[in-house]
């Protein structure tokens, strides 16, 4: 398995809900993150994790809360979000080089969640 | 603070020409180099990527970029494009500090259109 899974493809939630967004990777990588991309812009990086914790918060407003279950998945909660949140999420995740360190390997890129907050 | 800059924002094409897209960044130190492309409602995707050695690297789909140190510059090229290569693309650098983490850092992104 060489890919990156992310769900919902596409969200649309009030600025009342919480909800959630999943990602996945079965390729053994240990650092994941997660990008805000809106439209015609590039990825911005919100969150890293490296061996499940947390390392790197750019940031990023509390509505948004990362999570990291296990070396494989990587949520994203969402609450009482804005309008001007509406993006699409993308999630990737890069290998673990022999000396450890992974954060300056290629990125693997999930096909992202496209999220509209009403 | 590290920065890329793609300094064509829209690139327009006709099959057959040849391609070769910007990418200049601003860190003086240890450098990996990425180019992605997002084509159409689909996913980013590495297209090629340089960590050190032969400074011209070859990518997928015929794409090569050039890595010229003195130039803060990794260009990404393509001898003759197609339709298909339709698509966004964006120039990455992933800055080595000493016993820090790197972020990957993104260009603005050069839009690509190829007539048919």
């Known amino acids: 398995d060489t890919e990156v899974t992310q769900t919902p493809k596409h969200l649309v939630m009030g600025m009342t809900n919480k909800k959630s967004l999943k990602c996945e990777q079965h390729?053994?990588?240990?650092?994941m993150y997660w990008y805000k991309q809106k439209a015609k812009k590039p990825p911005e990086l919100m969150f890293v994790y490296s061996y499940e914790k947390l390392s790197i918060n750019e940031s990023v407003p509390s509505r948004f809360s990362p999570e990291c279950p296990n070396s494989s998945l990587l949520n994203l909660h969402l609450h009482a979000l804005q309008p001007e949140d509406s993006a699409l999420y993308l999630c990737?995740?890069?290998?673990?080089?022999?000396?450890?360190?992974?954060?300056?390997?290629?990125?693997?890129f999930g096909p992202g969640t496209r999220l509209t907050v009403l | 603070a590290q920065s890329v800059s793609q300094h064509n924002h829209h690139v327009i094409l006709s099959e057959a020409a040849s391609l070769e897209l910007g990418c200049n960044y601003s860190y003086g130190g240890t450098v990996n180099l990425f180019w992605y492309v997002q084509y159409p409602g689909q996913h980013l995707q590495l297209l090629l990527k340089?960590?050190?050695?032969?400074?011209l690297v070859k990518g997928i789909k015929g794409f090569e970029a050039e890595f010229i140190k003195s130039k803060f510059s990794f260009n990404l090229r393509k001898p003759s494009v197609q339709w298909s290569d339709t698509a966004e693309y964006f120039c990455a650098v992933n800055a080595k500090y000493g016993g820090s983490q790197g972020n990957l850092i993104f260009g603005k992104g050069t839009k690509l259109s190829v007539k048919p």
């Open positions: 390729m053994g990588h240990r650092a």
């Open positions: 340089y960590f050190s050695g032969d400074p």
């Open positions: 990737a995740s890069s290998p673990t080089t022999s000396g450890g360190a992974s954060f300056y390997n290629e990125q693997f």
